[in-house]
Structure formats: C-alpha cells, structure tokens
C-alpha cells in the first residue's frame, strides 16, 4: 500500500529508534555527529526539520542549542516530546509556520528532503526561515546506491522509470513512500544556496562483525573516504552542508 511520507512513520514511531540500533546506523550516526560538530560550534537557533522521534535535536539540546523540531508525524513527535524534546512543531517542509529569518541553521537529517512530496517548496521555505548565511544540513538518498541495488536485482522495469525521475518506492513489504533519490551535482546547483560540503555517509561495505571489533579504525577510514567526490558515488546517503546566499 502506498502512503504519504508521515502517514508511514505514523504507523512505525514506536519501533522507529529500535530499527537504527545495528552497528551500521551506529556508525552511521556518529559519523554525522562528529560531522555536525564541525559546523554547529556554538549554540545557536536551529530547525530539525523531519526530525522525527528527535534524536539530534537532543544532541543539539544537551549542547545548549535552542532547536525546534517539526515533523508532520503526531505519532513521532509524540515519542520525541516523551524523551524530552522541549519544543515540537506538527509541520510540513513545504509550509513552515515560522518567520523569515529565523534560524541560524536547519537540520533536514533521515534524508528527509528525499521524503518531501514538492522539493522545490521545501528547499524555498528552507531558504526562506534561515537568516543570510546561516546552514543547511542535511542528508539524502543516494540515486547511484539506489540505482546500483537494482541492477543487482536485475530490475530494469524499475530502472527506466528511475532514470528519468529520480524517484522510487522505499519503507516495507507492506506500506511504502516516495522518495526522491539525489545525484551529488543535484546539491551543487540548488538555487539560493552555495555548496559548503558533500560528504557520503556508508562510503565502504562492512560486515557487522568486522564493525564491532574495529570499530575505531572503520569510523576513521570512513571519515577520511567520506571527503573524497571521486567515490561519494558509493556511499548509501549523502550528507551536504549549504550555505543561503545573502539577498536569497
């Protein structure tokens, strides 16, 4: 069955946290942890857009930063205000009820920018509530990992209609979503933003084992070979970072 984006993790909120406890996504998430500490230095307002159950906008929080989360999923924000996020906001992307100007920054984080059903509304009101300078940050899925899975299943009635939109089904057996798949030189030219950093996140295949007993060493090849453009193509998501140009 098909649905519209919140209307799945409506159904998956109080089993989402649990689904990203396998050594990947805890690879995973310190990766994009230690990556928003580059650029999230000092505290300040921030937007976690899509931020579901609200797990970086408490890491933001216990970093005293002043985050509201916005989700349109009741059921997610629920489990996020009962682990303590202070300020949830039920919202779309592509409608958000605040004023222009006002956030120095906006997470978008669980590729949720793949999710939104208009991406180009998104990114306006992304651009719109951030003040000149401030930071888009945030990761999406990547169309050649996508493209790639399918070839290994031999898919190719799903692959002609991939090519030409960008957009494939994702979610479970039973009830699924759009989502639409970016090419890194997608971010590059994203009107009202320039290019600060693209980085992949899972550039390199690795068995849970293998990250469980080197787990150092994996986080920091994965931090040095999650910089290289000339392989992001690899990476499962894309992390990027874009700055609003001023007069935007």
């Known amino acids: ?137 945030a990761t999406v899925d990547n169309f050649y990992t996508f493209l790639q899975q399918m070839i290994e299943k031999d898919a190719w009635d799903q692959i002609t209609h991939f090519l030409k939109t960008q957009t494939t089904s994702v979610g479970t057996t039973l009830f699924s979503f759009n989502s639409y798949a970016f090419k890194p030189e997608d971010l590059d030219s994203l009107e009202g933003f320039e290019t600060v950093d693209i980085r992949g996140i899972g550039v390199m295949e690795y068995s849970d084992e293998q990250i469980s007993e080197r787990k150092e060493t994996i986080f920091q090849l994965e931090r040095e070979l999650s910089k290289d453009r000339n392989i992001i193509w690899k990476a499962g998501h894309i992390f990027f970072v874009l700055k609003k140009k001023r007069g935007a």
């Open 1 to 137: 069955m098909k649905l519209r984006p919140w209307e799945f993790y409506d159904r998956i909120a109080r089993a989402y946290d649990s689904m990203y406890e396998t050594p990947k996504w805890k690879l995973y998430h310190r990766l994009i942890g230690s990556f928003l500490e580059e650029y999230l230095k000092n505290p300040c307002r921030v937007l976690d857009l899509g931020g579901g159950t609200g797990k970086w906008s408490l890491f933001l929080q216990e970093r005293g930063f002043e985050v509201v989360l916005v989700d349109p999923s009741k059921e997610m924000l629920e489990v996020a205000r009962e682990k303590g996020v202070k300020n949830v906001v039920e919202a779309r992307a592509e409608d958000l009820p605040f004023p222009s100007g006002a956030f120095e920054a906006v997470l978008a984080l669980g590729d949720v920018l793949s999710y939104v059903e208009n991406k180009d509304k998104a990114f306006s009101e992304i651009r719109r509530v951030l003040v000149p300078d401030g930071l888009l940050i």
